[in-house]
């Protein structure tokens, strides 16, 4: 079978992988709830994972990665992968944003300044770049008052 492109390729691929993935997890149900509706394939212990992207793999490989996984729904995969993140440091942008974990303390409100002064350079920057005009110096302002 040829494709005509590399994006039909790729569709192709990409629904046969969902199909795939969609028998997979016809029978199955949530570890925690039980429910059957929008599954998900869980690696129970994520520092054992190789790859999510299992379903064009080879049923033998397939069912090896699977057998380190159990099925939650959208909602108890992501209440789990939550949990399991690592808080992160004091004085770091994700500190001071997360959602649960969210800091306002010194060291987290001055990451966020620096982060916003950085935004803004960029912002400042992004805009010399648009005014300048070919064969100006970055900067240069043009001479009004020669005379
Ligand atoms: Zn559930
Ligand atoms: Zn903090």
New binding site residues.
């Given amino acids: 079978m040829t494709y005509a492109t590399r994006s039909q390729q790729q569709k192709y691929q990409r629904e046969w992988c969902a199909k795939r993935r969609a028998s997979y997890l016809a029978d199955k149900s949530c570890a925690i709830c039980g429910t059957t509706q929008s599954l998900e394939v869980d690696h129970v212990d994520p520092g054992q994972k190789v790859s999510h992207r299992i379903w064009s793999w080879s049923a033998e490989r397939r069912s090896a990665e699977l057998a380190k996984c159990q099925i939650l729904c959208t909602q108890h995969h992501k209440e789990k992968t939550r949990a399991q993140r690592p808080i992160p440091e004091?004085?770091t942008l994700s500190?001071?944003k997360s959602k649960i974990h969210g800091?306002?303390?010194?060291?987290?409100?001055k990451a966020n300044a620096e982060h916003k002064a950085y935004k803004v350079a960029q912002q400042k920057a992004a805009e010399a770049e648009i005014i300048q005009l070919p064969g100006q110096l970055p900067g240069q302002l043009p001479l009004f008052d020669a005379a």
């Fill in positions: 004091h004085g500190r001071y800091c306002k303390c010194d060291a987290c409100r």
